[in-house]
C-alpha cells in the first residue's frame, strides 16, 4: 500500500514535468495541485459523482498526449493507464510502481533531446539497439506489464495517427 504523502513526496522529488518523445507525452500534474487535478476522473461531464467507475484508490498523477489518466494504485503500488469506453475506465498495467514508471521516463527522457517532436524524431530516428535496450530494461524491472505502452514510446513514427484528421 502507498500512501498520498509518498507519493506526493515521490513526485515533487523525481518527476520531470513532462517528458515528450515524438508523438507520445507524458504532462505529470504540480504536486502542490494534485488533489484538485483527481475530480475531473470522479464526476461526468455534468459534474455529477461517478459512483464505482473511477476507484477511490486510484490516484492519477500525470496524463498522456490524449489526455488519458497515469494512475497509481493504492492499494497495490501498480500504475496504470487508462483510457474511458463506454463511460467505464479500461486500466492498463504499465508498471509495477510509481518509482519503477519514472525510472522508465527517466530512461526515455535520456534518449529524447532532439526527437521531442515527431519532425525531429524523424530526422533523428532512435536506433534500434538503443530502443530495444530501454524495452528490455523496463520489462526486467516490471515483470507482467503491458509492455506495449513503452513500445509506443521507442517507435520512430506512428502509423495510426493522422494529425489533419479533425475528430483528434
Known amino acids: ?5 509518498e507519493i506526493i513526496q515521490t513526485l515533487t522529488d523525481r518527476s520531470p514535468d513532462r517528458v515528450g518523445m515524438g508523438y507520445r507525452l507524458v504532462q505529470f500534474f504540480n504536486p502542490v495541485s494534485i488533489i484538485d487535478d483527481q475530480v475531473q476522473y470522479t464526476r461526468n461531464i455534468n459534474g455529477t459523482p461517478q459512483e464505482g467507475i473511477w476507484q477511490k484508490h486510484w490516484f492519477a498523477f500525470a496524463t498522456d498526449e490524449f489526455g488519458s489518466p497515469i494512475f497509481v494504485d493504492m492499494e497495490t503500488e501498480k500504475v496504470y493507464t487508462a483510457n474511458n469506453d463506454n463511460s467505464e475506465w479500461q486500466a492498463y498495467h504499465v508498471a509495477t510502481s510509481l518509482n519503477n514508471y519514472i525510472n522508465a521516463l527517466v530512461e526515455i527522457n535520456n ?9 525531429q524524431l524523424k530526422d533523428n530516428p532512435i536506433p534500434e539497439a538503443i530502443s530495444d535496450s530501454i524495452i528490455d530494461l523496463i520489462d526486467h524491472a516490471n515483470p ?6 513503452w ?15 479533425p475528430d483528434l
Open 144 to 149: 507482467g506489464i503491458d509492455l506495449w505502452y
Open 111 to 119: 534518449i529524447a533531446e532532439n526527437r521531442e517532436t515527431p519532425d
Open 1 to 5: 500500500m502507498i500512501h498520498l504523502d
Open 151 to 165: 513500445e509506443l514510446f521507442m517507435e520512430n513514427y506512428d502509423e495510426g495517427v493522422d494529425l489533419e484528421d
